[in-house]
């Protein structure tokens, strides 16, 4: 899967798992910060260059996700006013 641009003004994308094995998409979209919205096993050395933000959710219709939107909001937030794209990716 691409990275796909949120409409707007803000560096924000959003993908896939393996959009994190395309580097030089991540480059060119300067990507500094990663939030992971998954609840697997995840190959730490993929995150190296990266902050990043587990958040550990199933993709379920019952999960309570909006207990984590304060914290993910935030982390957002955080990587897009250090000038960096942030990617969300499930």
């Known amino acids: ?3 796909d641009r949120i409409p707007g ?3 924000l994308y959003i993908g896939g798992l393996f ?3 395309r580097s ?3 480059k060119n979209a300067n990507i500094t910060h990663v ?3 998954l609840r697997l096993p995840l190959d730490e050395d993929l ?3 990266y902050q990043h933000l587990v958040v550990e959710v199933d993709d379920v219709e019952d999960e309570d996700i909006l207990q984590y939107f304060a ?4 982390f957002i937030r955080m990587g897009l ?5 942030v990617l969300v990716h499930w």
Request: hydrophobic share 45%; net charge negative; no cysteine.
């Open 1 to 3: 899967m691409a990275l």
């Open 9 to 11: 003004d803000a560096e």
């Open 19 to 21: 959009s994190l094995r």
């Open 24 to 26: 030089q998409a991540l």
């Open 35 to 37: 939030v992971s919205a």
């Open 47 to 49: 995150f190296q260059p």
């Open 71 to 74: 914290t993910s909001n935030a």
């Open 81 to 85: 006013a250090s000038g960096g794209g």
